[in-house]
C-alpha cells in the first residue's frame, strides 16, 4: 500500500480531545453535585474520619460512578462495606450523570473526526479517528484512581481497580468516540 493510501491515525488530536472530554467531565460533575456533597452528612462523617477525604475527591467518586464504576471500600476492623454507586442510589436526579461521559465524548471523537476529515476514507477510519480519545481518557482514568484515594486506616477508598480502568478508560471512550466519529463522517458524507 502506498504512503498516500495510508491513514494517518490523529493520536495527538485524539489525546488532547479525549483529555478536554475527561476534564470537562469531572467539571460539569464537579457542579451539579458539589452542593450535595457539602451537605451529605456521610459525606462530612468520612471527612472527619479520615483528612483526606476532600469534596473534590467525593465529586471524583461520582464522576466513576458515572461510568457505572463502583467504589470500592476496604475492610476496616471488623466492618465491611459493599462497593457502591451513588448515583445508581441516588433517588432524584443524579442519574442525568450517566449522560456526561457519553454525551462528551461523542462530541470528542466528532471533533477528532471533523478535524481529520481529509485524511479519512471511509467510517472505518472515522471510527479509528474517533477512538483516539481513548489514549489521554485511559491515562487519565489510571491517574485518578490514586488522586481520587482516600485513606481510612490501613485501606483506601476508591474507584474499583478493574472497572474503573475497563469501563472508565477503555470501553467508554472506545465506543462512544469511534461513535462520535462515525455520527460525524456520515453527517459530513451526507452534506457532500
Partial sequence: MN??????????????????????????????????VQGNW???????????ASDWKLVGWLFY???????????????????????????????????VPPLLLLVAGAVVTASSTGALRNTTDA????????????VLAIVCLFVFGVTVGEGVIRPDTVPAVFLAGVVYPLVFGAT?????????SETE
Fill in 127 to 138: 471510527a479509528i479517528a474517533g477512538a483516539t480519545v481513548t489514549v489521554s481518557y485511559l
Fill in 3 to 36: 504512503e498516500s493510501g495510508r491513514l494517518r491515525i490523529p493520536i495527538l488530536r485524539g489525546a488532547v480531545a479525549g483529555a478536554v472530554a475527561w476534564l470537562l467531565g469531572y467539571l460539569v460533575t464537579y457542579l451539579v453535585v458539589i452542593d450535595r
Fill in 42 to 52: 456521610q459525606a462530612e462523617w468520612l471527612q472527619f474520619a479520615a483528612d483526606d
Fill in 65 to 99: 460512578n458515572a461510568h457505572n464504576a463502583d467504589i470500592r471500600f476496604p475492610t476496616v476492623g471488623i466492618f465491611t462495606v459493599e462497593n457502591q454507586n451513588f448515583v445508581a442510589a441516588d433517588d432524584g436526579s443524579l442519574w442525568l450523570l450517566y449522560l
Fill in 180 to 188: 462520535g466519529g462515525v455520527i460525524r463522517w456520515i453527517g459530513s
